[in-house]
């Protein structure tokens, strides 16, 4: 939290954060902005109003710590958006003292707004984790939280080079909290996030010393219909020391996403079809329509389109007829 004119007095600010709930970690205190227009333009993404004080004279920071963060829908001034609750109740609260008053919404927004300052490096520390043991450990290990991988998980945890080309595709059941456990960081333009009215949910996570992609899917998504993600959950197995869907139901997910997501069957998923031995003979992909029109048919799901624009949406190829 931000009080961009020093106005609120230290006392009145920590008990306004105690009362949402809040933590005071440390306050920092900045001279004004020596480079005021350029920090301020990358800070807020657009170029402050002409004679706006914000920067113009020193300010404070306050550190704050969330125990128990729950994140809801808010009107910004940006339009209706997904934001840490207590930090925006206490933002709308202090700015009815005065307008200067600055609260993140999410944690990449924190990270953001402390590394254009100059101060991520100093007051925060990144999440290191020691292998994807460790990641799947830590996930593992919070009870309000559920996930699976979805697919390519043949060599995990302990079969695979830790390196920025591995790619993690999960679906879980909370995305802020799912982000929380890993502390990952948008690999994607801040205008894109999820976090930011966007549908992009690629985050890097610190495995070993390297970026590893994690896909965070999440319940609602679209990526597959609520009721088949649902699903998936509900009937998710144990595979060493991390979940996956269960046999028939990585199969049928499998098919999905090369058949609906992808606008070709590529070579890599016809020969992962030939491993699972369903692969029809004939070589048509008619047929391998057919067995997953049959599995959403059976089960009452629907082919949806994605929220995440990146992801494709390919239904011209007989799945309806």
């Given at each position: 939290?931000?009080?961009?004119?020093?106005?609120?007095?230290?006392?009145?600010?920590?008990?306004?954060?105690?009362?949402?709930?809040?933590?005071?970690?440390?306050?920092?205190?900045?001279?004004?902005?020596?480079?005021?227009?350029?920090?301020?333009?990358?800070?807020?993404?657009?170029?402050?109003?002409?004679?706006?004080?914000?920067?113009?004279?020193?300010?404070?920071?306050?550190?704050?710590?969330?125990?128990?963060?729950?994140?809801?829908?808010?009107?910004?001034?940006?339009?209706?958006?997904?934001?840490?609750?207590?930090?925006?109740?206490?933002?709308?609260?202090?700015?009815?003292?005065?307008?200067y008053i600055h609260c993140t919404d999410n944690i990449e927004e924190?990270?953001?707004?402390?590394?254009?300052?100059?101060?991520?490096?100093?007051?925060?520390?990144?999440?290191?984790?020691?292998?994807?043991?460790?990641?799947?450990?830590?996930?593992?290990?919070?009870?309000?939280?559920?996930?699976?991988?979805?697919?390519?998980?043949?060599?995990?945890?302990?079969?695979?080079?830790?390196?920025?080309?591995?790619?993690?595709?999960?679906?879980?059941?909370?995305?802020?909290?799912?982000?929380?456990?890993?502390?990952?960081?948008?690999?994607?333009?801040?205008?894109?996030?999820?976090?930011?009215?966007?549908?992009?949910?690629?985050?890097?996570?610190?495995?070993?010393?390297?970026?590893?992609?994690?896909?965070?899917?999440?319940?609602?998504?679209?990526?597959?219909?609520?009721?088949?993600?649902?699903?998936?959950?509900?009937?998710?197995?144990?595979?060493?020391?991390?979940?996956?869907?269960?046999?028939?139901?990585?199969?049928?997910?499998?098919?999905?996403?090369?058949?609906?997501?992808?606008?070709?069957?590529?070579?890599?998923?016809?020969?992962?079809?030939?491993?699972?031995?369903?692969?029809?003979?004939?070589?048509?992909?008619?047929?391998?329509?057919?067995?997953?029109?049959?599995?959403?048919?059976?089960?009452?799901?629907?082919?949806?389109?994605?929220?995440?624009?990146?992801?494709?949406?390919?239904?011209?190829?007989?799945?309806?007829?």
């Amino acid at each position: 939290m931000i009080d961009w004119l020093q106005q609120l007095p230290e006392d009145d600010v920590v008990h306004y954060i105690r009362h949402y709930g809040l933590r005071t970690h440390r306050k920092l205190v900045f001279t004004a902005l020596s480079s005021k227009e350029l920090i301020m333009s990358i800070f807020y993404g657009v170029k402050l109003p002409e004679g706006d004080p914000r920067g113009n004279v020193p300010f404070s920071m306050y550190l704050i710590h969330d125990p128990s963060p729950t994140y809801g829908y808010r009107i910004t001034t940006g339009g209706p958006n997904i934001v840490n609750e207590h930090t925006y109740d206490l933002k709308m609260n202090l700015r009815s003292i005065t307008p200067y008053i600055h609260c993140t919404d999410n944690i990449e927004e924190t990270k953001q707004n402390m590394k254009v300052l100059g101060v991520l490096d100093h007051f925060y520390r990144q999440r290191q984790f020691e292998s994807l043991t460790h990641v799947f450990d830590t996930l593992n290990s919070v009870s309000s939280f559920s996930y699976l991988v979805m697919r390519n998980f043949e060599g995990y945890p302990d079969q695979i080079v830790i390196d920025e080309h591995l790619d993690v595709d999960i679906l879980c059941s909370d995305y802020f909290l799912a982000k929380r456990i890993l502390d990952g960081i948008a690999a994607c333009p801040s205008t894109e996030m999820y976090e930011n009215r966007g549908s992009r949910i690629l985050n890097y996570v610190e495995v070993n010393g390297s970026e590893v992609m994690f896909d965070l899917r999440y319940m609602g998504d679209n990526y597959y219909s609520l009721s088949l993600q649902r699903y998936m959950m509900a009937r998710r197995v144990r595979r060493k020391n991390f979940y996956v869907p269960d046999n028939d139901t990585f199969i049928h997910t499998l098919l999905y996403h090369a058949l609906v997501h992808k606008p070709t069957i590529s070579p890599t998923y016809e020969q992962k079809f030939k491993q699972l031995g369903i692969w029809p003979e004939s070589g048509r992909i008619k047929e391998l329509q057919d067995t997953l029109v049959t599995f959403m048919n059976n089960n009452g799901f629907f082919f949806v389109k994605p929220n995440d624009p990146t992801v494709g949406f390919f239904m011209a190829m007989g799945f309806m007829s």
